[in-house]
């Protein structure tokens, strides 16, 4: 299955957070992402099976 835009989003933050060392830096750096919408089981789960 292709990843869609909103799954390479929320990987893309994941990613990112996982790079911070700090709470003060991960305040920084957060953003919510703008998603059309995103589904945990179709959008996340079944690309990483």
């Given at each position: 299955?292709?990843?869609?835009?909103?799954?390479?989003k929320?990987l893309k933050?994941?990613d990112d957070?996982q790079q911070?060392?700090?709470?003060?830096?991960?305040?920084?750096?957060?953003?919510?992402p703008?998603?059309s919408k995103?589904?945990?089981?179709?959008?996340?789960?079944?690309?990483m099976?």
């Amino acid at each position: 299955m292709k990843k869609t835009n909103d799954t390479q989003k929320f990987l893309k933050l994941r990613d990112d957070l996982q790079q911070v060392t700090s709470y003060e830096e991960a305040l920084k750096v957060f953003e919510w992402p703008t998603m059309s919408k995103f589904n945990w089981a179709s959008d996340y789960f079944d690309n990483m099976a």
